[in-house]
Antibody, heavy 117, light 111 residues
Framework: QVQLVESGGGLVKPGGSLRLSCAAS????????MSWIRQAPGKGLEWVSY????????YYADSVRGRFTISRDSARNSLYLQMNSLRAEDTAVYYC??????????WGQGMLVTVSS | QSALTQPASVSGSPGQSITISCTGT?????????VSWYQQHPGKAPKVIIY???KRPSGFSNRFSGSKSGNTASLTISGLQAEDEADYYC???????????FGGGTKLTVL
């Protein structure tokens, strides 16, 4: 069955960096659109980034463009989010998600990232 | 891309029906039959309950239904049960460089 397991979250100081990983099983990451979606404490959902199945199309929300980089590793069947120049407003639970067409059909369990001095 | 507009909260008694609206624009909800709805219980990841406006994932309860009129999509939950108490988010494809947009979420309270 499909599983998405995030890792790499934690506490980081403003201006610092963090790399989130999402290990996938039950399907091949490079065959699907994959995405990162975040949820600030007590707030709603926000698309952060996605990568197309072919890897040729990548999207970033305006709020993270230029600071975050999405990537994937076919050999490890994993998705990554490199987050640089972190700000307090980046504090959120980050979800790895698999898309099927235009639908998010599977979500990871979420990983908390806290940006604070 | 602005977030879709949902009521902050709705409530209903067990057995009743409620409807949650999701208002967008001609650029998103109004242009595509690609609205999905997600249910999120506290501390849990969201899960899809409706996709492509009115389709239900295999095996999911038929108490949940979706519809769309113009720039507004709606989620109706009939026969409310205690376990339906959760946050509900709509999401629409919007094309272009910001292809997906979420609603702000609606907290459903079962009285």
């Amino acid at each position: 069955q499909v599983q998405l397991v995030e890792s790499g979250g934690g506490l980081v100081k403003p201006g610092g960096s963090l790399r989130l990983s999402c290990a996938a099983s039950g399907f091949t990451v490079s065959d699907y659109y994959m995405s990162w979606i975040r949820q600030a404490p007590g707030k709603g959902l926000e698309w952060v980034s996605y990568i197309s199945d072919g890897g040729t199309t990548i999207y970033y929300a305006d709020s993270v463009r230029g600071r975050f980089t999405i990537s994937r590793d076919s050999a490890r069947n994993s998705l990554y989010l490199q987050m640089n120049s972190l700000r307090a407003e980046d504090t959120a639970v980050y979800y790895c998600a698999k898309l099927s067409g235009f639908l998010i059909d599977y979500w990871g369990q979420g990983m908390l990232v806290t940006v604070s001095s | 891309q602005s977030a879709l507009t949902q009521p902050a909260s709705v409530s209903g008694s067990p057995g009743q029906s409620i409807t949650i609206s999701c208002t967008g624009t001609i650029s998103d909800v109004g242009s595509y039959n690609l609205v999905s709805w997600y249910q999120q219980h506290p501390g849990k990841a969201p899960k899809v309950i409706i996709y492509e406006v009115s389709k239900r994932p295999s095996g999911f309860s038929n108490r949940f239904s979706g519809s769309k009129s113009g720039n507004t999509a709606s989620l109706t939950i009939s026969g409310l049960q205690a376990e339906d108490e959760a946050d509900y988010y709509c999401c629409s494809y919007a094309g272009g460089s910001s292809p997906w947009v979420f609603g702000g979420g609606t907290k459903l309270t079962v009285l």
